[in-house]
């Protein structure tokens, strides 16, 4: 029987790993949500291309994002993010904060939502992972946003373990944390003002020293966490523990 995953921010970085390491395996049937337009075509495959904050393009996709069929194993990533405005309270933007929780924080919730309305009766192995970060637990100078998103993603994910311990519907909820990774987002960290981030010296160092971690090394962990899910307790993770 076939497993079905669901990544989100598939079309580079962490989520295009894990496309394309999950569909070296035939039996994996993998559906990508991203924005971009993406480029594989293998049988295996359903590119999605749509922005996860048009929440009225999501509601009416949520058929084709969840289908209705027999799985042995069913998985959500919620990987797509933004690290929003870096610059201090003060000079903040309504839109762009809006933007950034819409992203992180509205749209895996309403997936999640989605998921269980769809699958909590399904008789397969069901786990969603929703990609945090380390900044939902320390409090960064121009990352207020961010941080903020990550630490309500987090709680979200833990309310959602709580509830399905009740209601016994076998779901097992992550909110993984996957270390300093190569990826766009970084350049943009690298990108922003030392006036509104003091720490921009010690991010351009982690670049120019190889010491960040490749999107395959992250989707390796994740994957990792996936598929050994009984073997890490507690819903908060980070792949530099493991």
């Known amino acids: 029987m076939k497993s079905l995953y669901i990544i989100t921010g598939s079309s580079k970085g962490i989520g295009k790993a894990l496309v394309d390491a999950l569909l070296e395996n035939p039996d994996n049937e993998v559906i ?3 924005r971009s337009e993406q480029m594989l075509h293998k049988e295996n495959f359903t590119p999605l291309n749509f922005d996860l ?3 009225d393009l999501l509601d009416e996709n949520l058929f084709r994002i969840f289908p209705e069929a027999e799985y042995s194993k069913i998985v959500l990533v919620n990987n797509a993010g933004w690290i929003g405005p870096i610059r201090h309270v003060g000079k903040l933007k309504l839109e762009e904060i809006k933007m950034l929780f819409d992203l992180n924080v509205v749209a895996p919730m309403f997936l999640m939502d989605a998921f269980v309305k769809y ?3 399904a008789n397969a192995e069901k786990t969603v992972v929703n990609i945090s970060s380390g900044a939902a637990k320390k409090a960064i100078d121009g990352w207020a946003g961010y941080s903020s998103s990550k630490a309500a993603l987090n709680m979200m994910t833990e309310a959602a373990q709580v509830e399905a ?4 519907t076998g779901i097992r909820y992550f909110a993984l944390a996957p270390g300093v990774v190569d990826t766009d987002m970084q350049g943009d960290i690298r990108g922003a003002s030392e006036k509104e ?5 010690k991010f351009e160092k982690l670049k120019s020293n190889n010491q960040l971690s490749s999107p395959q090394e ?3 962990k994740i994957l990792y966490l996936i598929n050994h899910r009984d073997k890490f307790e507690g ?3 980070d792949v530099r523990e493991f």
């Open 32 to 34: 990508g949500i991203a």
């Open 165 to 168: 311990d009740l209601n016994g």
């Open 235 to 237: 819903v908060l993770q």
């Open 53 to 55: 904050s048009d929440f």
């Open 197 to 201: 981030f003091s720490n921009l010296d």
């Open 119 to 121: 699958y909590a009766s």
């Open 218 to 220: 992250a989707a390796e």
